[in-house]
């Protein structure tokens, strides 16, 4: 079994970068050499001679990345122990440094900007892995792999998240370099494969026996973004803001402290054994994911964007695509949609199900209604014997809104009870990790759980953490009782409350770290996850979490949504073939830039006339005038920015998006025709870049 080093030190030298692990002397040494990046291994005794300016020991390579002028390693240099999973220590990455390949005497703008995005993404990104287990794949997964595999090839590319990063490594890896031609297997532990989003590993009691509770969600590295730069799917099937989110329960489980490693004498795998017992393990997964058609909230400084959709028929093969990835991995489908079915998001529910019905054969509907709404339940799915691979699709939709309108947020419990039959058939992932399997980490499967409900609102967060912790509850509920922990029709709320609070917690937690990611707020709705029902101070918090996303969506996302697009490959600023400081570059007319500036001097000038005491015997009509000059003045400038919102959202700039450049066009359009401002604004396009143009051209070529 081939695992990453738990100890590896890097050489600093002016011709290379030298990484070993001092536990493994006689391990090749990887030496990535300057400035040229290329890679080799190298035996390790040999270099002992070596000149070196720098010595340090690292906890991992996140991977290397080529920015405009030079390519960079990222490394770890530290990372904090979160806790043990089934015996083996999990960390959490807490700073990292960039190795450039140059020595840069030259400063570029572009260049610094780029740094400067990857370093506050990686810093501000949660991000865990493990030197002895495989944290992209659930336990189920994991139970059908084999353990001997090098650890980075049994990832989930999926949530592989710096998969880009070891792009370098993992192709020298299967095609070697110069010198050094065919599969490097030598390479195989300095690949280091990292997930995106919360982990978080609970040592605590229930009614007095012991258990560890896990909750993992895994962030999809596939169309991640911000909140509204990023909806819907790619051509590819990717869908946004999808997690993988699995509960774990262990039974039995004495390796989860952090200390030593005691139980074990493998240093490298750093698990730590069970005293002999027979470990448990509980497993349940689900998912969430955007509404699976092409479409978009285009900003435009309103509160509520405007929603643009395009044909259902174009959306077909991504969704296809989406959905045959689905079923492969997690079997029959539950699709619970949350979206309101009035009002703005009534097009986003029709689209959805118009694809549903297109993929499932003989489609067949049932809608039910209450005092409350006229479709309180409406589901989907075939109304024959099985024919094809997607009759395994069965859509619901719930009216959220409307049953738990009035702070009745416990009536979103209908649709676990609608669902129960479902959730019974469904099963949850059982094994058994017997002493005499420690050796080789393989699982003895008790049940498997046969299929996943895929949930989502909107944005897939604030209305899927609610539901989402309500199917976990249940779930949990009914492993208890298989344990024989609880007697049948018992819920572990009321049979301890410490543990109750401990889940709830937990879960609100998971709710806020996967909200922050994607809307760069925590999450609405928490109080009900939290304390269980819905408080005034909840819904004075949800205010709160509102106007701050609205703030930050439209003013300060456009750098997060280039970050993420940075440190993901989807654009590569190797490649772009663009002069020094053109990328980042405001390209708006002067005049435009400069209308937020008239509106601040103005505002500030409107203060100080109210708030400057007028002298004695001063005339009255000279400071009046100054005042109504000014305040008509920032109410022009305001009402010109609120209207042309469009030139004013801080868009994404390396991979702008085709709605934003239609709208851009439009809306100077529109500017150019003012009888004031017209013929002051420039008539050429300067609203981009030469590589936002380009990369904004590629993209709407692929959504059309």
């Known amino acids: 079994m081939t695992l990453p080093y738990r100890d590896t030190n890097v050489q600093v030298a002016s011709d290379s970068y030298i990484f070993s692990s001092p536990s493994s002397p006689n391990a090749p040494a990887l030496t990535i050499d300057r400035p040229t990046g290329d890679i080799r291994l190298s035996d390790a005794s040999l270099l002992g001679g070596k000149r070196v300016s720098r010595q340090s020991s690292i906890a991992g390579i996140l991977g290397m990345i080529q920015l405009r002028l030079d390519k960079y390693i990222v490394v770890i240099t530290k990372a904090q122990p979160v806790g043990r999973l089934k015996g083996h220590m999990v960390y959490k990455v807490v700073s990292t440094e960039f190795l450039p390949l140059r020595e840069r005497q030259v400063h570029d703008p572009d260049e610094d900007r780029f740094l400067a995005l990857l370093k506050g993404f990686v810093k501000s990104g949660p991000m865990y892995f493990s030197y002895s287990i495989d944290l992209t794949n659930s336990f189920q997964r994991q139970s059908q792999h084999d353990t001997s595999a090098p650890l980075w090839t049994r990832a989930d590319d999926r949530f592989f998240w710096n998969r880009h990063l070891q792009s370098d490594l993992i192709d020298f890896r299967t095609r070697g370099g110069r010198g050094q031609p065919g599969p490097q297997q030598g390479i195989d532990p300095y690949i280091l494969p990292v997930i995106f989003g919360v982990l978080e590993i609970v040592p605590t009691t229930f009614k007095g026996t012991p258990v560890t509770v896990v909750l993992i969600s895994r962030r999809s590295r596939h169309r991640a973004g911000t909140r509204y730069f990023t909806r819907g799917l790619d051509e590819e099937g990717h869908a946004a803001n999808y997690n993988e989110t699995e509960q774990i329960v262990i039974l039995n489980d004495n390796g989860h402290g952090l200390g030593g ?100 054969s003989s489609p067949k509907e049932k809608m039910e209604a209450d005092q409350r709404t006229d479709e309180k339940f409406h589901t989907i799915e075939t109304g024959g014997p099985s024919r094809s691979h997607f009759d395994r699709l069965h859509y619901i939709y719930f009216d959220f809104h409307a049953e738990t309108k009035g702070m009745q947020m416990h009536r979103a419990q209908l649709l676990i009870d609608r669902m129960r039959e479902a959730l019974v058939a469904q099963q949850y992932f059982r094994a058994v990790d017997l002493p005499a399997s420690r050796i080789d980490g393989r699982l003895e499967v008790r049940s498997l759980q046969t299929s996943v409900v895929r949930t989502n609102c909107m944005d897939c967060l604030d209305r899927t953490n609610v539901v989402q912790s309500l199917l976990a509850r249940w779930t949990l509920d009914r492993i208890f009782v298989d344990l024989g922990l609880m007697q049948k029709g018992t819920r572990f709320a009321d049979e301890d409350p410490a543990f109750e609070l401990m889940f709830r917690n937990l879960w609100a937690d998971n709710a806020d770290v996967v909200s922050n990611s994607y809307s760069g707020t925590g999450a609405m709705k928490t109080d009900i996850t939290r304390m269980g029902k819905r408080t005034k101070r909840g819904a004075l918090q949800d205010g709160n979490v509102a106007i701050t996303r609205y703030i930050k969506n439209n003013f300060l996302d456009g750098p997060r949504q280039d970050a993420f697009d940075l440190f993901l490959g989807v654009y590569s600023p190797g490649s772009a073939n663009i002069g020094s400081s053109l990328v980042f570059a405001d390209r708006r007319p002067i005049l435009i830039q400069a209308v937020p500036y008239v509106a601040a001097f103005s505002l500030f000038f409107v203060f100080v006339a109210l708030f400057t005491p007028r002298l004695p015997g001063s005339a009255v009509w000279p400071l009046r005038i100054f005042l109504i000059f000014f305040t008509i003045t920032a109410a022009w400038s305001l009402h010109f920015i609120l209207n042309n919102g469009m030139l004013y959202v801080n868009w994404p700039k390396l991979n702008p998006r085709p709605w934003a450049i239609e709208g851009y066009r439009e809306t100077i359009g529109k500017v150019r025709k003012d009888k004031v401002l017209g013929p002051l604004v420039a008539r050429h396009e300067r609203g981009l870049s030469t590589a936002r143009y380009i990369n904004a051209e590629e993209g709407k070529k692929r959504i059309e």
């Not at 991504?318 to 949609?337: C, M, P, S, T």
């Open 261 to 360: 490693f005691a139980g074990s004498n493998d240093m490298q795998s750093g698990m730590r054994g069970a005293d002999g017992k027979e470990m448990q393990i509980m497993s349940y997964v689900q998912t969430r994911g955007s509404v699976p058609a092409y479409w978009a909230e285009v900003n435009m400084l309103k509160y509520t964007p405007k929603i643009q959709i395009k044909s259902i028929e174009a959306a077909y093969p991504a969704a296809k695509a989406h959905f045959d990835e689905q079923i492969r991995i997690y079997g029959d489908n539950y699709l619970v949609n949350l979206v309101n079915q009035k009002g703005r998001e009534m097009r986003v529910k029709q689209a959805y199900e118009q694809v549903v019905e297109m993929l499932v």
